[in-house]
């Protein structure tokens, strides 16, 4: 049973942290899967660091730990932006923060609630790794609760 709901979800709020260590195996199997990825701008001969969007799936894993995996999700509707400033390397250790920057409810679907949210992904040494803007479809704890539109834009 889910324990966050719409009503949960307050703008300015800080969500659980996760983290993980990229393993050699997981990069390895990724790149073999979908390409690994481009040469990174200062690094040394024969380094090649994760693709991006090897790092976008291991931030799904982390929201889904931290967040999605207690909440009553009813899907995202996208992405809408995401950057990766610095690379990503086997062995390194990612934490995933997220907060809260959009809370409204839905216009044709009062059951549910649409969450906006900033996420970051910093490595071992604090080096931001990935950023990304993106919406979840929540439902309400109530059905029909007008539960701060109002505040929750605040």
Do not use: K
Request: hydrophobic share 45%; glycine share 12%.
């Amino acid at each position: 049973m889910p324990n966050l709901h719409f009503e949960d979800f307050i703008v300015g709020a800080a969500l659980p942290e996760a983290s993980l260590t990229v393993s050699a195996e997981d990069a390895a199997f990724f790149a073999d899967a979908f390409g690994p990825g481009a040469p990174w701008p200062g690094m040394a001969d024969g380094q090649v660091p994760l693709s991006g969007w090897h790092v976008a799936a291991l931030g799904i894993r982390l929201l889904f730990d931290a967040v999605l995996g207690g909440t009553a999700g009813l899907g995202r509707p996208g992405v809408e932006r995401v950057t990766w400033p610095h690379p990503v390397r086997a062995g390194d250790r990612l934490r995933f923060t997220a907060a809260v920057t959009g809370a409204r409810g839905s216009a044709s679907r009062p059951d549910m609630g649409i969450v906006t949210l900033a996420i970051a992904i910093f490595n071992q040494d604090s080096a931001c790794v990935m950023t990304q803007e993106n919406s979840v479809m929540v439902a309400r704890r109530y059905h029909g609760s007008r539960r701060g539109d109002a505040e929750a834009r605040a």
